[in-house]
Each structure stands twice: as C-alpha cells, then as structure tokens.
C-alpha cells in the first residue's frame, strides 16, 4: 500500500520561508515522478512543481523564481523549498507519486501566510 506522508507546513510571515517534505512507501521511488499541488478555499487543486526520475523540474507560474522542488531517491522524499512567501500561497499542499498511469496522493498539508 503506497503511502505519503507530508510534513513542514505552518504559518509563516510574509516574505519567509518554509520547507515542505514528503516521504514515500514506494518500491521504485526513483522511478515516479514525483509533484506537489495545492488547493486553496475556493479553488481548483494546482500545480505547484514537479521533478521527473531523471530529475527534471517544472513549476507553476506563480511559484517560479520562489519555490524549488528537490528530491532524494536514497530517502524516498520529495522536498519543496518555498522563499519570499506571498498571502496568496496560502492553501494545503498535496505530495504526489506518479508512474505508469497510476497517481497516489498524501493528506496535505497546511501553509499559512499571513502577518
């Protein structure tokens, strides 16, 4: 049974910086893709950033430049470092494990920006 397990969320100061981490009880964690989304009150889930097995990263249009995706396969984790952090990140983020059409998601976690 594949479990992921979030974990670093919080409130946090506008223009701070937080670091998400979520590990995984995957056989093969090297091989996944491996992402992050969030979910705000109102809103659609969205991308936030992903990194693929061989280590390319791609990112949401509102986190570039701030957040960076990281992961090591020797762990099993997926990090996400978010820096300069906006009101507008406030939401739950998702972990997510991708491979071979099948998707397996963690219980979020909550982030707060606010003063």
């Known amino acids: 049974q594949v479990q992921l397990v979030e974990s670093g969320g919080g409130l946090v100061q506008p223009g701070g910086s937080l670091r998400l981490s979520c590990t995984a009880s995957?056989?093969?964690?090297?091989?996944?893709?491996m992402g992050w989304y969030r979910q705000a009150p109102g809103n659609q889930r969205e991308l936030v950033a992903v990194?693929?097995?061989?280590?390319?990263?791609n990112y949401g249009d509102a986190v570039k430049g701030r957040f960076t995706i990281s992961r090591d396969n020797a762990k099993n984790t997926v990090y996400l470092q978010m820096n300069s952090l906006k009101s507008e990140d406030t939401a739950v983020y998702y972990c997510?494990?991708?491979?071979?059409?099948?998707?397996?998601w963690g219980q979020g976690t909550q982030v707060t920006v606010s003063s």
């Open positions: 990194v693929t097995s061989s280590g390319n990263t």
């Open positions: 997510n494990a991708w491979y071979n059409a099948r998707s397996y």
């Open positions: 995957i056989t093969f964690f090297s091989g996944y893709v």
